[in-house]
């Protein structure tokens, strides 16, 4: 990381969605087919994670669309030419339950991810629950719809949507809008010469069921902390997510577990340099 320019992000609005669901549900090959920019922790870089197939650790990674007109409309003027998705891939195994609700804190949206043939199942339902705590929009995404017989495609995804509705009508999200993809044809293993099914009407719908987040960037700096590594001649960079406050280049800010105080160098946001960042943003700070 070096110097930052000026802010070359200004105009971006950061729209945190979370991706939960059971393990092996395909939460991460569907972040990857959103996804266009990976960061630091994106897709299952742990090694542990690679050889056990499933995510250990939050990963980020996002894609960026023209700013929606309803938001337009609805936030009067905004400063905002586009909109990015910033994907909070959360882990699906029960022991990791503690990482995926300090996920489910900094998300606007949640998608829910299920296994088409297998249906609800146990995370799936503790991954609603969390849902419900912490976020105010879900859609549900039906993977996997590539196993299904093509003869009996259409109605068995009829079938599971049927189902869902009926399990989520006592829940703050009964309307939510339920959609069929196929993430990663073939499966995890697979090699990558099919094209991800139903992905570009599954942006279209988070365009849709976007809001203008509430942003407050005053008060105290309070960042969580997700990962940490050296660059040789650049020092140390820690990645996260602004849960409150705001940060800029220039900044003096503390450390409380190390008890030190550092003034920020550079900052950046899914590898473009910008000058600071406010509640909500994940950024790198160096």
Do not use: W
Request: net charge positive; proline share 6%; hydrophobic share 35%.
């Amino acid at each position: 990381m070096s110097e930052s320019p000026p802010d070359s992000r200004a105009k971006t609005l950061n729209f945190n969605v979370g991706v939960l669901g059971h393990v092996d549900s395909g939460k991460t090959s569907l972040a990857r087919a959103l996804s266009s920019t990976a960061s630091t922790a994106a897709f299952d870089k742990n090694p542990q994670s690679r050889e056990r197939g499933i995510t250990l650790d939050l990963g980020f990674s996002s894609f960026t669309v023209d700013f929606p007109e309803h938001l337009r409309e609805s936030g009067g003027q905004q400063p905002y030419d586009s909109l990015q998705f910033t994907l909070v891939d959360c882990p699906g195994h029960a022991s990791l339950i503690r990482t995926i609700i300090g996920g489910a804190q900094i998300i606007d949206l949640m998608i829910l991810v299920v296994d088409v043939v297998k249906g609800i199942q146990t995370q799936t339902a503790e991954c609603l629950l969390i849902g419900e705590l912490t976020c105010p929009r879900m859609v549900v995404v039906l993977n996997k719809t590539d196993l299904l017989p093509s003869n009996k495609r259409q109605s068995a995804i009829e079938k599971m949507t049927k189902r869902l509705h009926k399990t989520l009508e006592n829940t703050r999200f009964k309307d939510c809008p339920v959609i069929a993809v196929a993430a990663k044809p073939g499966g995890p293993d697979a090699a990558d010469t099919e094209e991800p099914q139903g992905v570009p009407d599954l942006m279209e719908l988070l365009k849709k069921q976007t809001y203008l987040p509430k942003r407050d960037p005053k008060g105290d700096l309070l960042m969580a902390v997700d990962h940490c590594f050296s660059i040789r001649g650049q020092g140390t960079v820690l990645t996260g997510t602004i849960l409150q406050g705001s940060l800029a280049v220039n900044d003096t800010v503390e450390i409380p577990v190390l008890k030190v105080t550092k003034k920020i160098k550079s900052v950046q946001m899914f590898r473009k340099p910008v000058s600071g960042a406010m509640q909500g943003d994940r950024v790198g700070v160096c």
